[in-house]
């Protein structure tokens, strides 16, 4: 049984390609954000709930790692993997695969926020979806954790 949770599928597009002819960096960052949104429906918080209850995701930070150049017109899906999560907190692990060999091209780790729109503030996730995060939270608990959840950005000098 696969633990991963499909958030995006679809090829790059001709608006993503830069001078380089490559997809532009903020043009991931895009299809992740469409995956966070797709991510926010598999828990419960599509709009018509977010609607009738007044509440949504913020995203706090987000640490992005490019891996391989995609071209133009080329498969691309995204997994997400629920790191961990509190009652406001989810933090989520986002990779971007080829859609033909699978091979890794980008991987986003990011920290949401569950919001009261109403009250413009920072508040629990309401019981329905704390219920769908703790069941995906203990569907992949077993999970390999990502090797680049975590990281940092540093220049490292040579000791010496």
Same mark, same amino acid.
């Given at each position: 049984?696969?633990?991963?949770?499909?958030? #995006?599928?679809?090829?790059?597009? @001709?608006?993503?390609?830069? %001078?380089?002819?490559?997809?532009?960096?903020?043009? %991931?960052?895009?299809? #992740?954000? =469409?995956?966070?949104?797709? !991510?926010?429906?598999?828990? &419960?918080?599509?709009?018509? #709930?977010?609607?009738?209850? /007044?509440?949504?995701? %913020?995203?706090?930070?987000?640490?992005?790692? %490019?891996? =391989?150049?995609?071209?133009?017109?080329?498969?691309?899906?995204?997994?997400?993997?629920?790191? +961990?999560?509190?009652?406001?907190?989810?933090?989520? #692990? !986002?990779?971007?695969?080829? &859609?033909?060999?699978?091979? +890794? $091209?980008?991987?986003?780790?990011?920290? $949401? $926020?569950?919001?009261?729109?109403?009250?413009?503030?920072?508040? @629990?996730?309401? @019981?329905?979806?704390?219920?769908?995060?703790?069941?995906? =939270? /203990?569907? =992949?608990?077993?999970?390999?954790?990502?090797? $680049?959840?975590?990281?940092?950005?540093?220049?490292?000098? @040579?000791? &010496?």
């Amino acid at each position: 049984m696969t633990t991963e949770l499909k958030v #995006f599928n679809g090829t790059v597009q @001709p608006e993503w390609i830069d %001078y380089n002819g490559h997809m532009n960096d903020a043009c %991931y960052v895009l299809v #992740f954000s =469409q995956a966070i949104d797709e !991510f926010m429906v598999q828990i &419960g918080l599509d709009e018509t #709930f977010r609607a009738e209850h /007044q509440v949504s995701i %913020y995203t706090l930070q987000s640490m992005v790692h %490019y891996l =391989q150049e995609v071209s133009l017109g080329e498969p691309i899906q995204v997994s997400a993997r629920l790191l +961990e999560s509190d009652a406001k907190k989810l933090r989520v #692990f !986002f990779t971007m695969r080829h &859609g033909n060999g699978g091979q +890794e $091209l980008a991987a986003m780790e990011t920290l $949401l $926020l569950h919001m009261d729109m109403a009250a413009h503030r920072a508040a @629990p996730m309401l @019981p329905d979806t704390a219920d769908r995060v703790a069941t995906l =939270q /203990q569907r =992949q608990s077993s999970s390999e954790w990502p090797s $680049l959840a975590g990281r940092s950005i540093a220049l490292t000098r @040579p000791r &010496g």
